[in-house]
């Protein structure tokens, strides 16, 4: 079964300065599509990028990029000129073929001015 | 406006009383799931259907039924609520075929319940 790992239940980063968030996971398939979801205090899941596994070329979304390791399993979120709206709970997701969305159980962004 | 729809928002409910909350999405999708989220243990999943009358168990299936006679409705049913299954529960959606994978998926709003 694939699993989604985030290590870090909360970070704390300053306006205007860099985070990165981390997230690996496992699978077998070589085809498959991640994701980070923002959810901030209104609780909506907000889709902020997605990367596909054949794709070398790291996604990026104006602020939001990624650093995706394709071997390590690695898919780490880049916030640059962090803003205090970025303050929320961002999940890590996976999704094969017509599979399940499989998420991380998150990591808690803070963001001080 | 392309959206899901679940309701109530938030519920809180007596143990044993028989509960439904509904999800309705204008999107034709043919996938819908519904998840329920924890702090600390993220979003699992409950149950999901691909199609009109195809439904499967998630993750963590144990006290809920879901019944999809029609494309746009999913609704989920706590036959007799228990206090473990208070949670922040979410439906979401997503089109099924070659090419759905990149989509992930539409949620919606989450419905708060608190069974006492």
């Known amino acids: 079964a694939q699993t989604v790992t985030q290590s870090q239940p909360e970070m704390s980063v300053q306006e205007a300065e860099t985070v990165t968030l981390s997230c690996t996971y496992d699978t077998s398939e070589s085809d498959y599509y991640l994701f980070w979801y923002k959810q901030p205090p209104s609780r909506q899941m907000i889709l902020v990028i997605r990367q596909e596994a054949y794709k070398q070329q790291n996604a990026t979304e104006n602020r939001f990029s990624v650093n995706f390791q394709k071997a390590a399993k690695s898919f780490s979120l880049k916030i640059s000129d962090s803003q205090l709206g970025d303050a929320a709970m961002y999940f890590c997701a996976y999704r094969a073929g017509y599979s399940t969305l499989t998420f991380g159980k998150g990591t808690m962004l803070l963001v001080s001015p | 406006e392309a959206q899901v729809t679940q309701n109530p928002r938030y519920l809180i409910t007596v143990t044993g009383k028989k509960l439904t909350v509904t999800c309705s999405q204008n999107m034709n999708h043919e996938y819908m799931s519904w998840y329920r989220q924890d702090p600390g243990l993220g979003l699992r999943q409950i149950y999901y259907?691909?199609?009109?009358?195809?439904?499967d168990k998630g993750d963590v299936p144990e006290g809920y039924k879901v019944s999809r006679k029609e494309k746009r409705n999913f609704p989920l049913i706590l036959e007799s609520p228990s206090p473990n299954q208070t949670s922040l529960y979410f439906c979401a959606s997503s089109p099924s075929g070659r090419g759905a994978t990149n989509y992930g998926y539409t949620f919606g709003s989450g419905t708060r319940l608190t069974v006492v």
């Open positions: 259907s691909m199609n009109v009358e195809v439904t």
